[in-house]
């Protein structure tokens, strides 16, 4: 069973527009969580991550997540979105009962129009 | 400076034809795993390692090993390659106790 979801295949917004891109979960107790970004031809690289504490977190570029448990989502935001921005985004959480080991969304494609 | 390390970036090959992807770190880390990354599916699990001669199976196992003899270095064996196997391969490195993964720039392989 899917364990993190993704709903939005690919995103489509206009430079300088804001962005949100989903992510659910579905275990229990509340996991670590993640976002990594792929640049075209590139390796991951980690945007953001929730351990505790503050809901809200910033990252790199700009980007920050909100950590909400009632909902069980971790969704990342983007207040005005840059062309270079352009990229596949994944949300990844790790199990407080499989320390180590990061389970990853499908994968949320945005293209940025110019 | 800090990185990891997969060779080859490419590779074709053919059924049947073994072949082994290096991964190697530089970060000292304990932990290390390979993922597969097909369209639509995301990044699956191939193996992780916790530490030297500590391997585990992850999701998507079948047809693939692993070995750990020392810790910087990670490959992955596929001793008898099959189409399916055709795929994006990363590799990845962190401390466990922060789980910060860093990852490899990827192997694209295709087998014919």
């Known amino acids: 069973a899917q364990s993190v979801t993704q709903p939005d295949i690919h995103i489509t917004v206009s430079e300088g527009a804001s962005l949100e891109l989903r992510c659910n979960y579905s275990?229990?107790?509340?996991?670590?969580l993640f976002w990594y970004v792929q640049s075209p031809g590139q390796g991951l690289q980690l945007l953001l991550k929730?351990?505790?504490?503050?809901?809200l977190v910033q990252g790199i570029k700009g980007f920050e997540a909100e950590f909400k448990r009632s909902q069980s989502s971790f969704n990342l935001r983007k207040p005005s979105v840059h062309w270079s921005d352009a990229a596949e985004y994944f949300c990844?959480?790790?199990?407080?009962?499989?320390?180590?080991?990061?389970?990853f969304g499908r994968g949320t494609q945005l293209t940025v129009w110019p | 400076e800090a990185q990891v390390t997969q060779n080859p970036r490419y590779l074709i090959t053919v059924t049947g034809k073994k072949l082994t992807v290096t991964c190697s770190q530089n970060?000292?880390?304990?932990?290390m795993s390979w993922y597969r990354q097909d369209p639509g599916l995301g990044l699956r699990q191939i193996y992780y390692?916790?530490?030297?001669?500590?391997?585990d199976k992850g999701d998507v196992p079948e047809g693939y090993k692993v070995s750990r003899k020392e810790k910087r270095n990670f490959p992955l064996i596929l001793e008898s390659p099959s189409p399916n196997q055709t795929s994006l391969y990363f590799c990845?490195?962190?401390?466990?106790?922060?789980?910060?993964?860093?990852f490899g720039a990827g192997t694209r392989l295709s087998v014919l």
């Open positions: 990845a490195s962190s401390l466990i106790a922060k789980n910060i993964q860093y």
């Open positions: 275990y229990g107790a509340t996991p670590y």
């Open positions: 929730y351990f505790s504490g503050d809901t």
């Open positions: 990844a959480v790790e199990r407080g009962s499989t320390l180590g080991r990061l389970y």
């Open positions: 970060m000292n880390h304990e932990y």
């Open positions: 390692s916790m530490n030297v001669e500590v391997t």
